[in-house]
C-alpha cells in the first residue's frame, strides 16, 4: 500500500510522528487543511476526577491540531457520561450523578490548559460540554429526529457492540444509545462551531464514522474522522497501566514522581515511538535519541520523562522528579522530592512492612508486598527484607525521621510518622 503525499503541514506531521490509524476522506481532509483553518474535536468522557495516560495521546492529537494552525475543541461528555461508552469494556460502567460529573469535569480542565491554548483567537481552543444540547432533547424527538438514520443492522456490526455480544456480556439499551449520542455530538458542533473533524483512538473508529455519515446526510456537509492506532507497550501491556493501577495526569490522583518514573522505566524498544507521540522534540533529535545504544538508552528515558512531566506538571515538577529519582536510585541518598507519605506516629510503630509499603503506593495488596519480599524485591533503608510481616519500630527511622521504601530497584517512597 502506496503511503500518500500529503499537503497539508497537519496530516505531514501526524504521518511523520505516527498517529495516524485511519481517515475517513483522506484527499479531502488534506485539501481543507492545507487551504485553510480546520476545526476539529475529541470528546473525554468524565468518569473520574482525572484522565489517565491513556487518554494523553488524544490530548497530544488537539496539541498537533493547533499547532499547525487549526482550531482544537475538547468536548467534555457531560451528557454522555451520563450513559457510558460501552467500547472495550465487558460490563456497563458506573452511572454517576450529575454534581459528580460535574466535579469530574472541573477537576479534568487544568490538564487540557496546559497542553493547549485558550481564548477567543481563530486557532485558540475551547472547552464544550455535550450536556448542553444532549440533556436538552425529549426522548420522542430524538428518536424521530436521528433514528431513521441508523439501522440496528449496522449498529451491531460494529466493534462496541459486536464484540460484547460475542464475548456472551450484557449490553443496555442504555448503553447502544452511545452511538447515536455521539452522532449528534459531531452534527451539533458542525452547526454551532463548523467543526468538520473529530479525532480519537481506533476503538471510535464505528461511533466516528456514524458522525461522520449523519452530518453529511443530514446537513451535506464536508466532514472528516482520523484515527490514532491503539497503544500498547512493545511487549504488548496495555498503555497506562501498572500492577499499581492507571497512570493518572492529575499530581492529586498520581505523584510526578512516579509519573516520571512511568516514563523513565519504558521499555527500550518504545523510547523513539514514544518520543515521537508524546513530545514536541524535533523529529531529527528524536532519531539521535532512539539510535543509542546500551546504556545509553538510559538517557533518552530520562529525557522522554522529563519532557512528558513538563507538558502535563510543568518544568519545575519534572525537574524534581528527576533529582529525586537521581538521588535514590543513583546516588543511593535521600532527596527532599521523594514522594512522603506522612501517618500518625502510632500508626506506624508496630506496623507490618508489607502494609506500610501498600499505603505508599509501592504494592497494591499487602500479599503483593509479602511476595515481593519472598522474591528479594523489598528494601528498607536499602536493606533487603525477606519477611513482608516483619514490624517495624522508630529504630527503623533514619537520621531524617523517615524509613525508605523500595518496590524493586525503580520504585520508592518515605514513610514518615507525625
Known amino acids: 500500500m502506496t503511503t500518500p503525499a500529503f499537503k497539508s503541514e497537519f496530516l505531514r506531521t501526524m504521518q511523520a510522528r505516527g498517529y495516524i490509524h485511519q481517515i475517513t476522506h483522506p484527499e479531502e481532509l488534506d485539501a481543507a487543511a492545507a487551504s485553510g483553518i480546520v476545526t476539529g474535536y475529541i470528546g473525554f468522557d468524565a468518569t473520574a476526577p482525572s484522565l489517565h495516560v491513556g487518554s494523553l495521546i488524544q490530548i497530544m492529537l488537539l496539541r498537533r491540531l493547533q499547532q499547525a494552525g487549526h482550531k482544537p475543541i475538547v468536548l467534555m461528555g457531560g451528557g454522555t457520561t451520563k450513559v457510558g461508552d460501552p467500547s472495550g469494556k465487558d460490563t456497563q460502567r458506573q452511572l454517576l450523578t450529575d454534581e459528580a460529573i460535574k466535579g469530574n ?34 426522548y420522542i424527538e430524538f428518536l424521530r429526529e436521528y433514528g431513521p438514520h441508523f439501522t440496528i443492522n449496522r449498529m451491531l456490526a460494529f466493534d462496541s457492540v459486536k464484540l460484547r455480544l460475542e464475548r456472551e456480556q ?39 464514522v456514524n458522525g461522520v455519515e449523519l452530518t453529511r446526510r443530514v446537513d451535506q456537509k464536508p466532514v472528516f474522522g482520523l484515527t490514532t492506532p491503539l497503544l500498547a507497550t512493545a511487549s504488548g501491556a496495555k498503555m497506562g497501566k501498572t500492577a499499581q ?23 527500550d524498544a518504545d523510547v523513539g515511538r514514544f518520543l515521537r507521540l508524546f513530545t514536541d522534540l524535533p523529529l531529527d533529535e528524536i532519531a539521535r535519541l532512539e539510535a543509542l545504544q546500551g546504556a545509553e538508552i538510559n538517557e ?119
Open 245 to 267: 493501577g492507571a497512570v493518572w495526569l492529575n499530581a492529586d490522583q498520581l505523584e510526578p514522581f512516579h509519573f516520571w518514573q512511568y516514563w523513565r522505566n519504558a521499555e
Open 300 to 418: 533518552a528515558k530520562k529525557v522522554l520523562a522529563d519532557q512528558v512531566t513538563s507538558l502535563v506538571h510543568g518544568a519545575d515538577a519534572a525537574a524534581h522528579a528527576r533529582a529525586g529519582a537521581e538521588a535514590a536510585f543513583e546516588q543511593g541518598r535521600l532527596s527532599a522530592d521523594l514522594p512522603t507519605v506522612e501517618i500518625p506516629a502510632a500508626e506506624f510503630e508496630g506496623a507490618q512492612i508489607a502494609a506500610l509499603m501498600t499505603r505508599a503506593g509501592l504494592t497494591a495488596s499487602n500479599g503483593e508486598a509479602r511476595r515481593l519480599a519472598q522474591g528479594g524485591g523489598l528494601r528498607l533503608n536499602d536493606a533487603p527484607i525477606s519477611d513482608g510481616s516483619r514490624l517495624v519500630t522508630r529504630a527503623d527511622l533514619t537520621a531524617d525521621g523517615v524509613a525508605k521504601l523500595a518496590a524493586g530497584k525503580k520504585k520508592i517512597a518515605l514513610i514518615r510518622p507525625i
Open 170 to 208: 450484557p449490553l443496555t439499551f442504555l448503553e447502544f444509545n452511545y452511538m447515536l449520542m455521539q452522532a449528534v455530538d459531531f452534527l451539533e458542533l458542525n452547526r454551532r462551531y463548523g467543526c468538520t473533524l473529530q479525532l480519537g483512538g481506533s476503538d471510535q473508529w464505528g461511533n466516528i
Open 105 to 138: 469535569i472541573a477537576s479534568i480542565r487544568p490538564v487540557f490548559e496546559r497542553l493547549l491554548t485558550f481564548g477567543d483567537g481563530p486557532t485558540d481552543a475551547l472547552l464544550v460540554d455535550n450536556d448542553e444540547w444532549l440533556s436538552g432533547f425529549g
